[in-house]
Every structure is written in C-alpha cells, then in structure tokens.
C-alpha cells in the first residue's frame, strides 16, 4: 500500500520532529499520534518501527511508546514479532473487504437520515466541504483528498441526528481514512462527482436517492482499493 520505504526507517529520520501535546494524557496521546503517522503515511505497511526512534520523534521516554505499541497491536495497527520487534501491520484485502463493507452499510443510513433532516444551512456548510474537496483534486492534494473526504463523511453522520449510529461509524472512520489513502488520487474526480450528485440528494430530501447514492458510491470505494490491491500485487 503506497510508496515510500518498507522495512527501514527513513520516513521518520527524514521527517521534521512532531512533539506529542502534553496536556493530554501522556500514553493516550503518544497512541493517538502514532496511529495518525500510520494513517498519512510517514509509517509504511511493514515498516520496522523501533521505540527509541518513536520516542524521539515524539519527545517522550520509551516507556509510553511500549505502551502504545502494546496496545496497538491488540487494535490490528501493529504486528510484535518474537525477536523481531513491531512493525506496522499490513492490512490483508479480507479485512479491507470486510471493514468497507460494514462501513457502506453504516454510512448508506447515514445518507438517508442526513436527507431527512438536513437544513439550508447545512446543506451550505455541505457544498463548502465539497468545494474543499474539489480544490485538493485539481492541485492534486492526495492529503487534501483523504481530509476532505472524512470530513465531508463525518459531516453527513452528524446531520444524521443518531448518536448510535454515529458512535459505530466513529469506530471505523480512522481506518477507512488509511485505506483510503493510496487510492484517494485514482478516485479523486470520480468520488467528488459521486459527492455533489449525493448533496443534491440530501438537498432535495430525496431519502431514498441520497441512501442508494451514498451505497453506489462507498461500493466503488471499495471496488477501487480491491483494484488497487490487485494492481500491486501484479507488480510484485
């Protein structure tokens, strides 16, 4: 998934330091910091990652870096290897599969409760969002595209009104982000497109439109990190 160095540790000895804020708990910060590099890139699928290293890009001690590692193993972000050490987990296409799924599930709802509810308001605030999109495409921001994505998405989950709901996309949001990443330019015109055709949806409060809008479009995501898989693995 993606380019740059596999196995090494160039991404971060390259890399300006990024100090982890303290006021937020110590360990609870260093986990949420280490799976941000995971998901914008600076740490690569199968990247080596070594606690003293960690703990000096993020300007701390070894010992909340062992933590998080420990506790990002158990969350699928990192494989320990007896002897080895940890490294970045590599996500195998079942998982992708199986979390872009569940998630066009959630997020095909989502769309329908959105077009039920959503104001003049909030639809204004949506093409805002499609704007910040549309401009990370056409100066070919592949960043841009991954943030303007999830923010847009998140939006929609909040105009849905349903906490519930919004709880269980919140808990496959950071991933889809990472796998949405090394596809984010081979979609970039086509997803856009597919985000004003579901504003309109939600706009015109057309529920069943904006629900079978929003199921076509998180299906070709899923399609399109399946191709990209495949592409990769042709290559290897």
Known sequence: MGGGKRGGRGALSGAATQRVERPAPLREAVHTALIELIINGTLQPGQHLV???????????????REALQRLQTEGWVDLRPAQGAFVHTPTEEEADQLLSVRSVLETHSARLAAARAGEAEIARLWELQQDGVRAVESDDAEGMVEANAALHAY???????????????????RVRWYYRPIARPRGHDAWNEHAELIKAIAAHDTDLASMIMNRHTERTRQAYHDQRTAESDQA
Not at 51 to 65: D, H, I, W
Not at 156 to 174: K, W, Y
């Open 156 to 174: 929609i989950t909040q105009l849905s009104g349903n906490a519930v709901l919004a709880e269980h996309i919140a808990l496959v949001e950071r």
């Open 51 to 65: 606690e003293l290293e960690l703990a000096q890009y993020l300007g701390v001690s070894r010992q909340p870096v």
